[in-house]
């Protein structure tokens, strides 16, 4: 019962989620800066923008819908953590049961969902539009996604498990762009084009809402990371979980730093027409056994 509440309450759930996932936004902003060759923030900023945020007061204009707004940003946090739970991380799962791969991915789906409800809620033209663009972004990640997780799910009887996807880069290939995708960083940082829509659906977002929706953001940056290196990279140890998370964390940087931002047409044609059906092909690997 310890480990059950230890697992779930402080490592890999809540506490370690909450701790590194802030952290990691620090340290993503901190290392593109000095990749731009700025100094820019201290890697412990989003812990005080997460603290000023939520002491600061809700706004919510004549045309939005508070509830939702307030709701949105709770569920899309609460998603992403639940997956937390069927991640084994050092040989020991909160919960775990044949099929529970599927589970993981529609509680990711959600995560993104619910942030595209939390900017249709807002009433504002600018959050419609991103949120109408994280929508086209579900259906062009999950392709891919999907494909590359049920790819290793074949051989796991469909359960969560470690393993090191190296008989599958298409799969590997395709798990890694879509985790820049979910994440909603450059190049597909599409729904929060600045220059186009100001932040798109957190443009009407303040005080404690906003704080929960950068917490959700964070939440999943340590989910995604924590999952390409248990299931992919096949982390099973503490020490070998740490060093595929920071390999993880530091190629999300890179790529972050080095490609501008994709139109979503364009985003769309490179899920569907490129990274999917090289996926397929691990897939139909997999279903035809021909692999070592």
Do not use: C
């Not at 060759?37 to 603290?51: C, E, H």
């Not at 945020?53 to 509830?67: A, H, P, R, V, W």
């Not at 899920?271 to 092909?281: D, H, K, Q, T, Y």
């Amino acid at each position: 019962m310890i480990n059950e509440v230890f697992h779930f309450l402080v490592f890999p759930g809540l506490i370690s989620a909450i701790i590194f996932g802030l952290l990691y936004e620090g340290i993503l902003r901190k290392v593109t800066a000095h990749m731009h060759n700025r100094i820019g923030p201290p890697i412990w900023q989003p812990f005080l923008d997460f603290v000023k945020l939520m002491s600061k007061e809700n706004i919510t204009t004549k045309d939005s819908f508070g509830m939702i707004m307030t709701l949105a940003p709770v569920i899309s946090f609460a998603s992403a953590l639940t997956v937390l739970m069927f991640l084994p991380v050092g040989g020991f799962t909160f919960l775990s049961f044949s099929g529970d791969i599927f589970i993981v991915i529609y509680m990711l789906i959600m995560a993104g969902v619910f942030f595209a409800v939390g900017g249709f809620a807002t009433g504002n033209p600018f959050a419609s539009v991103g949120s109408i663009r994280e929508i086209i972004q579900i259906f062009a990640i999950e392709f891919p996604f999907v494909i590359s997780m049920i790819t290793v799910g074949f051989l796991m009887n469909f359960n969560l498990s470690p393993f090191f996807a190296w008989q599958f880069p298409f799969a590997l290939f395709a798990f890694l762009v879509s985790l820049q995708g979910k994440l909603s960083l450059p190049p597909f940082h599409i729904q929060e084009a600045e220059q186009e829509i100001v932040a798109g659906p957190l443009t009407e977002y303040s005080g404690p809402r906003l704080a929960m929706h950068e917490l959700a953001k964070g939440v999943m940056v340590w989910t995604m990371i924590s999952l390409g290196s248990v299931l992919f990279l096949g982390a099973t140890t503490i020490l070998t979980f740490a060093i595929n998370s920071l390999l993880l964390l530091f190629l999300v940087i890179v790529l972050r730093t080095i490609f501008g931002r994709l139109k979503i047409n364009q985003s769309l044609r490179l899920f569907w027409f490129v990274i999917g059906p090289l996926a397929v092909i691990d897939l139909a690997r997999v279903l035809l056994g021909l692999y070592i």
